[in-house]
């Protein structure tokens, strides 16, 4: 009887006008908007604080609230402030000399409904739970290291530094916030500049994390277990014409896969509680693979997805360990899947070592991390390369400047939302750090004149 009772409700349902809904679109809309808000909100609070402690820095909501939480993505930005939060800690009873670490953020979004729920994997960062999931217990994480703060110092006088000065002001973008800057010349700091009332600590990459993940594809290279011109094992079998899509043509944003914009935003894997899995696997073929230009998270998520297997043995811990990146932290959906197309967090110093392993052609510490080869691989255009003003190419997982003036044309950079950059110029032996959180929609920051300034200073 049940059974029945819910078919015939269904069938209601869909010989329902569009005008006979319970909700409008537009209710619906603003319901989704609140959700999504909630689970941004949660997110940060939990990953920048958690993060922070984890690198031995600090960090107050009221901090969170004034960089991360300040000039987010329409309509969320005005959302966010009117939410109410509460962040819970726990005392490791087996360490119980540590200080409590962030358990869980709870953000309210709607009457009635279960708050958004960020829960801290410790050792792992945060992942942003389903909405509506109830009773969440925590689940086993690899044990937090206790760190001591990064100090920088600088090792030799430099002319760059009143060009990092100049970063900290609206030189490059009348509405920019820069958090930080660090130049690298000839392995040495040149140059080191932080902005007013921002201790150094981890921030997101948001898509910085895609050049993180085409340096773990180069590191399963490197050992023997993948194959970069081999099938990515898109589609359901042997006879979908997805399965045709290596992981080059993943990393290089041309799978011919449907977005549906650009760049896909994947709210609801960042902020909504779904998984890699339901958001980023499945999308239908339209063009040829390797025949058009088109960013896409999912690309870079399906990338990672294809070399999942070696994560359990390599993970990306492992890497960054063998890199020094002790700040960095790959976090992962609730069910364990790492968002490698933005979700990492990181410090400066973490990404200047990023650049230099690959200033170094993929060696550090006198070790092949990376195959040799791999930096001419993934900044070479070899795809098709995107359109647009910028006149930015495209290489795999790294944004190229080979066409901007005054720019040595084996510039390569890696690129994130709100200004994140990391810009290795190899026939300089320099890399660039800038960290920031830019207002959506601003100006942004202009990675490209200020790299020309680091450049012509070093050559007075």
């Not at 939480?69 to 930005?77: M, Y």
């Not at 729920?117 to 290291?145: F, K, M, N, Q, W």
């Not at 830019?438 to 790299?451: L, M, N, Q, R, Y």
Request: hydrophobic share 40%; charged share 20%.
């Amino acid at each position: 009887m049940i059974r029945i009772t819910l078919a015939a409700a269904a069938g209601l349902l869909i010989a329902a006008p569009a005008n006979a809904q319970s909700i409008s679109q537009s209710d619906l809309q603003d319901r989704y908007d609140r959700a999504l808000a909630a689970g941004y909100k949660a997110m940060f609070l939990c990953s920048a604080i958690a993060n922070a402690e984890r690198n031995g820095a600090t960090r107050t909501p009221e901090s969170v609230m004034e960089w991360e939480l300040t000039g987010i993505q329409a309509p969320l930005d005005d959302i966010v402030r009117r939410l109410p939060h509460r962040i819970t800690y726990r005392i490791d009873p087996e360490r119980p000399q540590m200080a409590p670490e962030v358990d869980m953020v709870a953000v309210e979004w709607a009457e009635g409904a279960e708050p958004r729920v960020a829960r801290h994997l410790s050792g792992r960062g945060c992942a942003i739970y389903p909405i509506g999931t109830e009773d969440i217990e925590t689940p086993e994480g690899e044990r937090a290291r206790s760190l001591a703060p990064r100090m920088f110092v600088h090792t030799m006088p430099s002319p760059t530094q009143p060009v990092a000065d100049l970063a900290l002001t609206d030189q490059y973008g009348v509405d920019a916030r820069t958090t930080q800057i660090l130049i690298r010349h000839n392995t040495r700091l040149a140059a080191y500049a932080t902005a007013d009332g921002w201790e150094p600590g981890p921030q997101r990459t948001w898509s910085v994390a895609k050049s993180i993940a085409a340096t773990l594809v180069g590191a399963a290279v490197q050992r023997g277990e993948v194959n970069v011109m081999d099938s990515a094992g898109l589609g359901e079998s042997d006879e979908d014409p997805r399965r045709a899509i290596t992981i080059d043509q993943l990393l290089r944003m041309a799978s011919g896969r449907y977005s549906d914009t650009p760049g896909n935003r994947t709210d609801p894997l960042y902020f909504g509680g779904a998984t890699v899995d339901e958001v980023a696997l499945d999308w239908p073929l339209i063009h040829e693979p390797g025949s058009v230009y088109r960013y896409a998270n999912n690309d870079t998520l399906a990338a990672i997805a294809a070399i999942e297997h070696t994560f359990q043995e390599h993970s990306p811990a492992e890497l960054f360990d063998r890199l020094d990146m002790t700040g960095a932290v790959a976090e992962t959906d609730w069910q364990g899947n790492y968002v490698l197309s933005s979700q990492v967090w990181a410090t400066a110093n973490d990404l200047l070592n990023l650049g230099e392993l690959h200033l170094r052609d993929g060696v550090w510490g006198g070790e092949r991390i990376l195959p040799e080869g791999w930096v001419e691989y993934i900044s070479s255009p070899a795809g098709p390369q995107p359109g647009g003003s910028r006149g930015w190419g495209y290489g795999a997982g790294w944004w190229l400047l080979n066409n901007s003036e005054g720019i040595p044309p084996d510039t390569f950079m890696a690129a994130g939302n709100r200004g994140q950059y990391i810009v290795v110029v190899p026939s300089r032996d320099v890399v660039i750090v800038r960290r920031g959180e830019d207002p959506a929609g601003g100006s942004g920051f202009d990675i490209v004149a200020f790299t020309r300034d680091v450049l012509a200073a070093l050559d007075e």
